[in-house]
């Protein structure tokens, strides 16, 4: 193993509060103030080309906003559905352009697949992003150095819900209501396979939550000062 390698592996539920005061020097942020009440949903791998939309139209049928955190050469693909979430007043993250492994690159292959991203969302959909997701939550000592130096702060999660392994809705359901907290961020994904159960899982949690008290948030605001 490589010296320095720190791989979180997508399959692991993370709680690990952190001080909001601290928040500008964590190099990688799993949550927010767990005194708080509220949460942050991300979604990763889109835009999907129908996918997207019908995520949208969840959350805007509840009112409430999530973070996106987008492959870029999806967005090349599929430029609409970011400009929706966008317009929408959704935020965006950055996940690479390829979903490349960048404990496997370091600095070269991290700095293109970061760069490539950052500006087909901005020519895209006019935006700029400081947030940035590694795919499959891995990195190393290396790519954190260059992600560092490109202003950026890495964002991973809380709760998985592990829609990736099509869970059915209920396990979902039950994975992110066992262990939600206050801060969480939870991740799901809106570019999911045929037999993903995301929509009607995020369908049945938001109102739930909703009821316990939670307040949906983007990423962002989750780790502003209090």
């Known amino acids: 193993m490589k010296r320095g390698l720190s791989l979180l592996i997508a399959a692991v539920i993370f709680i690990f509060p952190f001080s909001l005061s601290a928040a500008a020097d964590q190099p990688v942020i799993r949550s927010g103030n767990p005194d708080s009440m509220k949460i942050a949903l991300t979604f990763d791998d889109g835009p999907h080309p129908y996918k997207t939309d019908a995520v949208l139209d969840i959350l805007a049928r509840y009112g409430i906003r999530a973070t996106f955190f987008v492959i870029g050469e999806n967005v090349s693909y599929y430029p609409q559905p970011l400009k929706r979430a966008v317009?929408?007043?959704?935020?965006?993250?950055?996940?690479?352009?390829?979903?490349?492994?960048?404990?496997?690159?370091?600095?070269?292959?991290?700095?293109?697949?970061?760069?490539?991203?950052?500006?087909?969302?901005?020519?895209?959909?006019?935006?700029?992003?400081?947030?940035?997701?590694?795919?499959?939550?891995?990195?190393?000592?290396?790519?954190?150095?260059?992600?560092?130096?490109?202003?950026?702060?890495?964002?991973?999660?809380?709760?998985?819900?592990?829609?990736?392994?099509?869970?059915?809705?209920?396990?979902?359901?039950?994975?992110?209501?066992?262990?939600?907290?206050?801060?969480?961020?939870?991740?799901?994904h809106d570019y999911m396979g045929k037999r993903s159960n995301t929509l009607e899982a995020i369908d049945v949690l938001i109102p739930r939550l909703i009821a316990r008290g939670y307040r949906f948030v983007t990423v962002s605001e989750l780790l502003e000062q209090s």
């Open 87 to 188: 317009a929408l007043g959704h935020e965006i993250g950055n996940h690479t352009y390829h979903h490349a492994r960048i404990s496997e690159g370091c600095d070269a292959v991290t700095a293109e697949e970061i760069e490539k991203t950052e500006e087909i969302i901005f020519r895209t959909a006019g935006y700029r992003t400081r947030l940035f997701r590694p795919p499959e939550g891995a990195y190393d000592d290396c790519a954190l150095e260059v992600v560092k130096n490109k202003n950026y702060r890495v964002i991973l999660w809380t709760v998985d819900s592990r829609d990736w392994e099509n869970k059915s809705a209920e396990a979902m359901v039950q994975t992110v209501m066992s262990n939600v907290r206050g801060g969480s961020i939870l991740l799901f």
